[in-house]
């Protein structure tokens, strides 16, 4: 819909503050024209946003589209046609809480991706990378991949399907029957792995608790460490050395704290308690050692409900501007899309947000999008609208 937004204030997420009296002009799915009030030509249609904000649509980098159940052995038991049926429920709901972007790190493949970028469902624009690789022993629900010739075959079949990046088991987790502390994969491997993506034009994200774990990933060439709760200051260099990304996903533990985990294992529960202190800490170091940080999530089942209770965790220990650039620019970033998505500038994808509020002032104001989050706008497609004018 071609549209030109008026008397709004527009937030401008890399410099962290809000711009009054500026127009923006939507043509052809894109962001034609930022300026000056009066300044802009007028479009077909006039948007007055009463002095809401209008910001970028937010960007999820660590989401599983289609793992519809917390309960990992019932969904092993899903024909893939019912699987993917609830993939689209979970694909439209983080669309309408204003995700208009997300990074699969498990699960979503190339048929998925094409339905939604076919508009064949409502759903956020969608990076996949195929299933988890892991080697013997080391996760639920992944690709299982001994030594480089295996994990080659692997990552060469999913890069050449579209993937955008390959993830990686690289330490035992929560759900895993690995301990946290254990290792996955040896260097070989690891640096095959990113050769191979490489290859692809992808990059290798790597799901790593430990110190030991996330350093010996960035040494080798994982471009964006998943969870990280237990980071140390060797860590933060080879973040800044190697010019990686963290994804932190508190949401996630506090998903499960906060619901129950009584479909995990006694293993599983006694990790789970002490994540989500040491996940606040290890951001809280990241963010001030100024390692860019992207916004992720690693949600299931009914617990997608809590992906926009990042936020709320995060501002313990970050500032609202830090976090938004977190799921919007840094998101854009990790990607491969800086300048398309994540902000409002001329020729980026109309992305586009209105809120009730100042997010700078009270991140909360996108905890509640059945209240606050008056428009969604993705692509330049309208998803979502409370303002009252036609379609």
Known sequence: MDAVFTNGNILDVREGRLLA????????????????????????????????????????????????????????????????VRATGVLRDMLRRGFTTVRDLGGAEAGLARAVREGLIEAPRLMFGGPILAPTGGHVLTRVCDGTTELRRAIR????????????????????????DALGFSEEEIRTAVEEAGFGKGYVAGHAYTAEAVNRALRWGVRTIEHGNLIDDESIALFHEHDAYYVPTLAGFHALTESGA??????????????????LRALERADRAGVRIGYGTDLHGEHHSYQLEEFTLRAKVQKPADILRSATVVGAEIVGLPGEIGEITEGAHADLLVVEGNPLDDISVLTAPDQNLRLIMQGGHVVKNELGFGA
Do not use: N
């Open 157 to 180: 079949e999913q890069m050449a399907q579209g993937a955008h990046h390959i993830k990686l088991t690289l330490s035992g987790g929560v759900v895993s029957s690995m301990a946290i």
């Open 21 to 84: 009296g500026r127009t923006v002009v939507v043509r052809d799915g894109r962001i034609a024209e930022v300026g000056d009030a009066g300044t802009v030509p007028a479009s077909q249609r006039t948007i007055d946003l009463g002095g809401r904000t209008l910001m970028p649509g937010l960007i999820d980098s660590h989401v599983h589209a289609t793992q519809a159940s917390a309960d990992f052995a019932e969904m092993t038991s899903w024909p893939s046609s019912y699987a993917t």
């Open 262 to 279: 009584a479909h995990l294992s006694d293993q599983s529960r006694d990790k789970l308690r002490d994540m989500l202190d040491t996940g």
